[in-house]
């Protein structure tokens, strides 16, 4: 083997006809809901290093014991792993693997890993730690499911249009989308969130007028997995990174009847929230060390300061904060600052900031949501971030203006200077 990466890939139009992959769905299909993995958000890419070394070490030399090593070295002395998507039973996507099929492990993303305060573990279904199929795979069967879905939408909307006569508005579009799917799928469909526990008080059944449409996500379903009440619930993290842009991607695991709340002296397991010991809103980061589950209670009690269980501004890391907050915090520390006098400034330092990415260009603020991806190895989508953001700013447009009541009062009295650059932090 010499490959050093996966080779290009085709389409192959021709399949077995004996093959399952190849069969024609039914008129009804049965409904398949879109999984989330119960790993999703627990090792960032920033980790990635960490297990592919040690897939490299000790699952290599664990793997030479087998008859058949799943994982072999190539001429360079590379640890490979092999990818035959579409080659053993057909794709129905008509993707298949070109080139060699033992190919470098870091073009597979890793699969069903824990790394835990003792070791990495890996799940059975998963013995090696990465994806059956490599990146480049993956990424074609994603653009195939992605075109059909749309393929199957556009039909939906053609056929409506031809029984109305007419072009139908975006409304309408949607109504003849939801009467596709209650006709193929049932008058219901379950909501997905967080696990099935929806949020609606209605749910987990609804009807599918009470979902999105996500048009190319699935060849089979052109509807949201997520109602849209429990989707408007859980779309603060993302803009608060447009807004805020703390430091750090770190979802933390709440397991239930386990995870207790962070409150010195309480030992509750139900109606925890995750809460940022420093806030986001005044420069907190979305690192590790900076996240926590409390009680409801104790969570709006703690609102609007920096704890509960931190005392002094010494028991602040830096980790806590946002890097480019820094200098304020090292002055808190070395004058001693009360956390209150450090909250306020922290909150001077934010207004700053965001007035500093107001005055910024689309293709500036672009640019600095690209940074801030590159630098905390996250993946927002940074022209959807800029509309959001000036979708905001345009909300409250009288607050950027100097001639507000309250600018002076918003921005000044700020005891360090701070300055701000799109690729900086």
């Given at each position: 083997?010499?490959?050093?990466?996966?080779?290009?890939?085709?389409?192959?139009?021709?399949?077995?006809?004996?093959?399952?992959?190849?069969?024609?769905?039914?008129?009804?299909?049965?409904?398949?809901?879109?999984?989330?993995?119960?790993?999703?958000?627990?090792?960032?890419?920033?980790?990635?290093?960490?297990?592919?070394?040690?897939?490299?070490?000790?699952?290599?030399?664990?793997?030479?014991?087998?008859?058949?090593?799943?994982?072999?070295?190539?001429?360079?002395?590379?640890?490979?792993?092999?990818?035959?998507?579409?080659?053993?039973?057909?794709?129905?996507?008509?993707?298949?693997?070109?080139?060699?099929?033992?190919?470098?492990?870091?073009?597979?993303?890793?699969?069903?890993?824990?790394?835990?305060?003792?070791?990495?573990?890996?799940?059975?279904?998963?013995?090696?730690?990465?994806?059956?199929?490599?990146?480049?795979?993956?990424?074609?069967?994603?653009?195939?499911?992605?075109?059909?879905?749309?393929?199957?939408?556009?039909?939906?909307?053609?056929?409506?249009?031809?029984?109305?006569?007419?072009?139908?508005?975006?409304?309408?579009?949607?109504?003849?989308?939801?009467?596709?799917?209650?006709?193929?799928?049932?008058?219901e469909n379950p909501?997905?969130?967080?696990?099935?526990?929806?949020?609606?008080?209605?749910?987990?059944?609804?009807?599918?007028?009470?979902?999105?449409?996500?048009?190319?996500?699935?060849?089979?379903?052109?509807?949201?997995?997520?109602?849209?009440?429990?989707?408007?619930?859980?779309?603060?993290?993302?803009?608060?990174?447009?807004?805020?842009?703390?430091?750090?991607?770190?979802?933390?695991?709440?397991?239930?009847?386990?995870?207790?709340?962070?409150?010195?002296?309480?030992?509750?397991?139900v109606l925890l929230?995750?809460?940022?010991?420093?806030?986001?809103?005044?420069?907190?980061?979305?690192?590790?060390?900076?996240?926590?589950?409390?009680?409801?209670?104790?969570?709006?009690?703690?609102?609007?300061?920096?704890?509960?269980?931190?005392?002094?501004?010494?028991?602040?890391?830096?980790?806590?904060?946002?890097?480019?907050?820094?200098?304020?915090?090292?002055?808190?520390?070395?004058?001693?600052?009360?956390?209150?006098?450090?909250?306020?400034?922290?909150?001077?330092?934010?207004?700053?900031?965001?007035?500093?990415?107001?005055?910024?260009?689309?293709?500036?603020?672009?640019?600095?949501?690209?940074?801030?991806?590159?630098?905390?190895?996250s993946n927002h989508?940074?022209?959807?971030?800029?509309?959001?953001?000036?979708?905001?700013?345009?909300?409250?447009?009288?607050?950027?203006?100097?001639?507000?009541?309250?600018?002076?009062?918003?921005?000044?009295?700020?005891?360090?200077?701070?300055?701000?650059?799109?690729?900086?932090?």
């Open positions: 083997m010499t490959t050093d990466g996966p080779a290009r890939r085709r389409r192959v139009l021709s399949h077995d006809p004996n093959s399952d992959a190849d069969k024609r769905p039914p008129s009804k299909p049965e409904r398949t809901k879109r999984g989330v993995s119960e790993q999703s958000g627990r090792n960032s890419t920033a980790r990635n290093e960490q297990i592919y070394k040690h897939i490299e070490t000790v699952v290599y030399e664990a793997e030479q014991k087998r008859t058949k090593p799943r994982l072999q070295k190539n001429d360079k002395g590379e640890v490979c792993a092999q990818c035959t998507f579409g080659k053993v039973l057909g794709s129905k996507s008509g993707v298949e693997h070109e080139g060699d099929e033992w190919i470098p492990i870091r073009n597979f993303k890793p699969r069903l890993v824990k790394i835990t305060d003792v070791g990495i573990a890996y799940h059975t279904r998963a013995p090696t730690g990465l994806q059956n199929n490599c990146d480049v795979c993956n990424k074609d069967r994603r653009v195939w499911r992605g075109d059909e879905g749309e393929k199957l939408f556009n039909k939906i909307i053609k056929k409506a249009e031809e029984s109305a006569g007419r072009e139908l508005s975006e409304e309408e579009k949607k109504s003849a989308s939801d009467a596709w799917a209650t006709k193929t799928y049932g008058s909501c997905s969130f967080n696990g099935g526990k929806c949020l609606n008080p209605n749910g987990p059944n609804l009807p599918w007028s009470a979902f999105g449409l996500s048009i190319r996500q699935d060849p089979m379903m052109i509807h949201h997995n997520i109602c849209n009440f429990c989707s408007k619930s859980s779309s603060s993290e993302g803009d608060r990174w447009v807004k805020y842009s703390p430091d750090g991607r770190h979802s933390p695991n709440k397991i239930l009847g386990v995870t207790t709340c962070s409150q010195d002296g309480c030992d509750i397991t929230e995750n809460d940022h010991c420093v806030e986001l809103n005044f420069g907190g980061s979305d690192n590790e060390a900076n996240q926590q589950y409390l009680h409801k209670k104790h969570h709006d009690e703690k609102k609007g300061t920096i704890g509960p269980n931190i005392k002094s501004v010494h028991e602040v890391t830096k980790d806590m904060v946002s890097e480019r907050f820094h200098p304020v915090l090292d002055k808190a520390k070395e004058e001693n600052w009360s956390l209150d006098k450090l909250v306020s400034q922290l909150k001077i330092a934010m207004e700053q900031f965001l007035r500093w990415k107001v005055s910024l260009t689309d293709a500036e603020l672009n640019a600095f949501f690209t940074s801030q991806n590159a630098r905390n190895n989508k940074e022209d959807r971030a800029v509309s959001k953001f000036k979708k905001w700013c345009s909300n409250s447009p009288h607050r950027w203006k100097p001639e507000h009541k309250d600018y002076v009062k918003r921005v000044s009295g700020l005891e360090v200077e701070l300055e701000f650059t799109i690729d900086g932090p």
